[in-house]
Nanobody, 116 residues
Framework: QVQLVESGGGLVQPGGSLRLSCAASGFTFSYYSMNWYRQPPGKERELVASISDIGSRTDYADSVKGRFTISRDNAKNTVYLQMNNLKPEDTALYYC?????????WGQGTQVTVSS
């Protein structure tokens, strides 16, 4: 009964900010690394950011370094993606992801559109 539910997407102007949230349930959240992926229109899904189980390690795609911050609140079973200085190239469906029992679990995605 693993569930990942993203929220926080929307339409924002270039240079603006959004904070995405992913609410997790159905597994022991604090035991697992969490990831944010995105899929721009017409392109393949790509890994944006990852965070280790207690948040001690984070990794980012080169395209978002210095602009995006991944964080987690294990008490709330929630992972966040703070996105600053958004660019049109950031427009995509953003997905929360984790891997457990040998399989990837995905949320339904939340749309981020960056446009003037």
């Amino acid at each position: 009964q693993v569930q990942l539910v993203e929220s926080g997407g929307g339409l924002v102007q270039p240079g603006g900010s959004l904070r995405l949230s992913c609410a997790a349930s159905g597994f022991t959240f604090s035991y697992y690394s969490m990831n944010w992926y995105r899929q721009p229109p017409g392109k393949e899904r790509e890994l944006v950011a990852s965070i280790s189980d207690i948040g001690s390690r984070t990794d980012y795609a080169d395209s978002v370094k210095g602009r995006f911050t991944i964080s987690r609140d294990n008490a709330k079973n929630t992972v966040y993606l703070q996105m600053n200085n958004l660019k049109p190239e950031d427009t995509a469906l953003y997905y929360c992801n984790t891997r457990l029992r040998g399989h990837d679990s995905w949320g339904q995605g939340t749309q981020v559109t960056v446009s003037s």
